[in-house]
C-alpha cells in the first residue's frame, strides 16, 4: 500500500523513491509485524485468559505437559493479524502473490481458528473432527493451486528438484493434486511439530529466512541466470511477505518461549504451515520445501510410521509420536529438545540453500 500511494508521488519527493526496493520494504516489514505482536501480545493473552481459552492438554501425552493445562492457547490470532496488517502495508498490492497468499494465511487459519475454538468451548482436546478439517484445507489448498494453474506462468507445472539445472518433468493437470496435498501436508506437518514451548516458533523463523532468500533470487533475473533458477518475475514480492513472517513469528517467540505464556494453537500451526506449502509452489521450491522443512516433514512421518506400524503389528516404534514426544519419554528435559531441534532445523536450511550452487 505503502508503494501505490507513495511511490508515484516521488516527483514531488524524491525520498520517496526508496519505497520501490525491495529489500528496504522488506526489512520495515518485519520490523512492522515483530511491533504489532509485541503491542498486541499483552493485551491478546489477556483477552484469552479473560476468556479462559486454556490449552487442553492430552490425556495420553507425557506427564510433564499437564503443567501447561489452562495456558491460553489460539495466539495464532496475533501472529496471523502482523502479517496480514503488515503485507498490507509493505507489499505490491497489484501483485497477484499478494492476495494469493493473503487468501492463503487467512483460508488456513480460519480452519484452525473454528478447530481451537471448539476445543475451547468443549474444554477437552478435540475440535474439528480430522475429515470437517481436511475438507476445509483441501478446499483452501485446492482454491489456491486452481488459481495458480488458471494463470501460470511458462514453469507452473514443471517439477524442480534439487541438484537439477533444470525441470525433471512436467506434471501438467497432476500438478493440480500435487499441489494441494503439498500444501495440506505441510500445514499439518507444521501443526504437529507445534507440541512443545517455542518449537515450531524457532524453526518456521529458520525456513521463512530461506524462503525469503530463495523469492529474492527468483525475483531477480540477474540472480536467477546465475544460479541456473526458474527467473520468476514478481516474485521478489514474496520477499515481503516471508520477513512479514519472520517478524511475526519472533515477536510470537517472544510470549512462547518456555515457559510459554501462550499456545500458537491450530490457528497458527495451519496457518504458518499452509503459508509455507503456497509459497513453495510460487517459488518453484516444492521439492526443496522438504529439504528446508526437514523437520516438520520427520514430525510427520513419524506420526504416520507410528500409526501406520500400530495397526500392522500391534506396536509402537517410538515411545510416543510425533518424535518430540519420543525424546521426551526418554529423559530428555523440553528446552533440551526444543533447541536440538532447532539446530537440526537450521542445518537443513543451510544444506538446501547449498543446493543452490551445487547443480
Not at 19 to 42: C, D, E, H, K, N
Not at 112 to 124: A, V
Amino acid at each position: 500500500m505503502f508503494k501505490e500511494f507513495l511511490f508515484p508521488l516521488v516527483r514531488h519527493f524524491t525520498p520517496f523513491n526508496i519505497f520501490q526496493y525491495i529489500t528496504f520494504r522488506s526489512a520495515y516489514a518485519a520490523v512492522t509485524s515483530l511491533l504489532i505482536v509485541f503491542l498486541l501480545g499483552p493485551r491478546i493473552i489477556g483477552v484469552l485468559r479473560r476468556l479462559k481459552a486454556g490449552q487442553e492438554v492430552r490425556s495420553d501425552g507425557p506427564k510433564t505437559h499437564l503443567v501447561k493445562s489452562g495456558t491460553p492457547t489460539m495466539g495464532g490470532v496475533m501472529i496471523i493479524m502482523a502479517i496480514v496488517v503488515s503485507v498490507l502495508l509493505w507489499q505490491d498490492i497489484r501483485n497477484m502473490y499478494t492476495w494469493i497468499m493473503l487468501f492463503a494465511t487467512l483460508g488456513f487459519g480460519a480452519v484452525g481458528f473454528i478447530d481451537d475454538g471448539l476445543k475451547i468451548f468443549r474444554k477437552n482436546s478435540r475440535g474439528l473432527s480430522v475429515r470437517v478439517k481436511l475438507m476445509g484445507q483441501f478446499t483452501v489448498a485446492t482454491t489456491i493451486a486452481t488459481l495458480l494453474f488458471i494463470y501460470k506462468t511458462p514453469y507452473t507445472t514443471l517439477l524442480y528438484v534439487p541438484m537439477f539445472k533444470g525441470p525433471v518433468f512436467d506434471l501438467g493437470l497432476l500438478w493440480i493434486p500435487f499441489a494441494v496435498l503439498l500444501q495440506v501436508g505441510f500445514s499439518n506437518a507444521v501443526n504437529l511439530t507445534d507440541g512443545l514451548d517455542g518449537l515450531a516458533t524457532g524453526l518456521v523463523i529458520m525456513v521463512g529466512v530461506a524462503f525469503a532468500v530463495l523469492s529474492y533470487l527468483s525475483g531477480r533475473a540477474d540472480f536467477a541466470t546465475y544460479l541456473q533458477i526458474p527467473h520468476l518475475p514478481g516474485a521478489g514480492e514474496l520477499t515481503v511477505l516471508c520477513l512479514a513472517y519472520v517478524g511475526a513469528a519472533v515477536g510470537f517467540l517472544w510470549y512462547n518461549t518456555h515457559p510459554a505464556e501462550v499456545m500458537m494453537g491450530d490457528t497458527g500451526s495451519l496457518a504458518l504451515g499452509g503459508i509455507l506449502g503456497a509459497l513453495s509452489l510460487l517459488v518453484k521450491k516444492e521439492i526443496l520445501l522438504l529439504v528446508i522443512g526437514g523437520v516438520f516433514v520427520m514430525e510427520a512421518v513419524s506420526v504416520m510410521l507410528q500409526v501406520g506400524y500400530f495397526k500392522l503389528t500391534g506396536k509402537r516404534v517410538f515411545l510416543m509420536a510425533p518424535l518430540h514426544h519420543h525424546f521426551e519419554l526418554k529423559g530428555w528435559p523440553e528446552v533440551k529438545v526444543v533447541v536440538r531441534f532447532w539446530i537440526l532445523g537450521g542445518l537443513f536450511v543451510i544444506l538446501s540453500l547449498s543446493t543452490l550452487k551445487i547443480q
